[in-house]
T-cell receptor, first 109, second 111 residues
Framework: GEDVEQSLFLSVREGDSSVINCTYT??????LYWYKQEPGAGLQLLTY?????DMKQDQRLTVLLNKKDKHLSLRIADTQTGDSAIYFC?????????FGTGTSLTVIP | DAEITQSPRHKITETGRQVTLACHQT?????MFWYRQDLGHGLRLIHY???????NKGEVSDGYSVSRSNTEDLPLTLESAASSQTSVYFC??????????FGQGTRLTVV
């Protein structure tokens, strides 16, 4: 299968920016996605980026895509305690989809 | 509104018993997936289906089976539950080149 890799853990102080990184292998994906999973809940779509874009901004969220290096990142500005969750990047070529292992973000008050 | 639901949300069963977890979606998606989530392993694909009567094995399919008799449902069966199958199970559905929608998960404990 395809490999989607993320670091497992990230801790930041409240108010700082968080950057979660992801590398992927399949270059045919039309969209690349970020999902958020809060404790005890399912995965919710957070944001996505079309594969021909370099950057997408959505309020506190900024997604950066480097297609050459197959690198995707999610930046959360002014991180709040409510942002503590597991974040998954996903590439979805056609009918299939592949997830990273998830990055557990802990926000320290 | 369209949705995807899993049942039960919590299940405790004994080793050796057959267990079926239900997944129902009203998105009319052809593609449905079952994942298990365990600490340190992220989401691992168990089985998936691209349409009625189509089923495929994922990376951790041993001990599990699925059937797809209609578009809306993809039940996951554990033939003979083992303690190693204690996990949280997620069902998902998606259309072609669209986002995936997830159920709320089923927490299964095998004792």
């Amino acid at each position: 299968g395809e490999d989607v890799e993320q670091s497992l853990f990230l801790s930041v102080r409240e108010g700082d920016s968080s950057v979660i990184n992801c590398t992927y292998t399949d270059s045919s994906s039309t969209y690349l996605y970020w999902y958020k999973q809060e404790p005890g809940a399912g995965l919710q779509l957070l944001t996505y980026i079309f594969s021909n874009m370099d950057m997408k901004q959505d309020q506190r969220l900024t997604v950066l895509l480097n297609k050459k290096d197959k690198h995707l990142s999610l930046r959360i500005a002014d991180t709040q305690t409510g942002d503590s969750a597991i974040y998954f990047c996903a590439e979805i070529p056609g009918n299939q989809f592949y997830f990273g292992t998830g990055t557990s973000l802990t926000v320290i008050p | 509104d369209a949705e995807i639901t899993q049942s039960p949300r919590h299940k405790i069963t004994e080793t050796g018993r057959q267990v079926t977890l239900a997944c129902h979606q009203t998105w009319n998606h052809n593609n449905m997936f079952w994942y298990r989530q365990d600490l340190g392993h992220g989401l691992r694909l168990i089985h998936y289906s691209y349409g009625v009567q189509d089923t495929n094995k994922g990376e951790v399919s041993d001990g599990y089976s699925v059937s797809r008799s209609n578009t809306e449902d993809l039940p996951l069966t554990l033939e003979s539950a083992a303690s190693s199958q204690t996990s949280v199970y997620f069902c998902a559905s998606k259309g072609p080149n669209t986002e995936a929608f997830f159920g709320q998960g089923t927490r299964l404990t095998v004792v």
